[in-house]
């Protein structure tokens, strides 16, 4: 199973926004610098987000994005899923016809991996993952770049 960058990409950017502050708007431009995703690459992701009701946009001069509800009442699964993602390591999406029309040896296995990641995605909310100190220290050093050059000198 891959999970591709639509995903991967749709999840860092709702992270930026949690670390940001619920009420905080943040414009696409602020995450695409910070996490190095394009600006029209988010313009997709985002009107995906916005459809199924994970971010709320603000039109003008002062615009931007934030969440549409707390990040403790987002799981990463339901990001992944918004952005058309399937949470699925089948190669049959589940169907159960992978081996012309009839499962395949492997299926069950492959669909159990499937329902674990699942229910592991599910139980990760934005605000548990983003309050982990690893976390909070890769966003302080996309935060002030010229801070961790310095540090490392």
């Not at 994970?54 to 707390?70: F, I, N, S």
């Not at 302080?140 to 540090?151: D, N, V, Y």
């Amino acid at each position: 199973m891959k999970l591709s960058t639509k995903g991967r990409y749709a999840v860092t950017a709702m992270m930026d926004i949690a670390n940001r502050g619920e009420n905080r708007l943040v414009t696409l431009a602020e995450i695409s610098q910070a996490q190095g995703i394009s600006n029209s690459y988010l313009e997709q992701l985002f009107t995906r987000l916005r459809r199924n009701k994970l971010v709320k946009g603000v039109r003008g001069p002062h615009g931007g994005y934030r969440l549409a509800r707390p990040a403790d009442q987002i799981t990463v699964a339901e990001i992944i899923r918004a952005v058309d993602e399937e949470i699925d390591a089948t190669r049959c999406a589940g169907r159960g016809d992978c081996q012309g029309g009839d499962r395949c040896l492997s299926h069950e296995l492959w669909s159990e991996l499937s329902n674990q990641l699942y229910a592991f995605l599910s139980g990760i909310t934005l605000a548990q993952y983003v309050q982990r100190p690893s976390v909070k220290l890769v966003f302080e050093r996309q935060q002030h770049p010229s801070m961790a050059e310095t540090t490392a000198s």
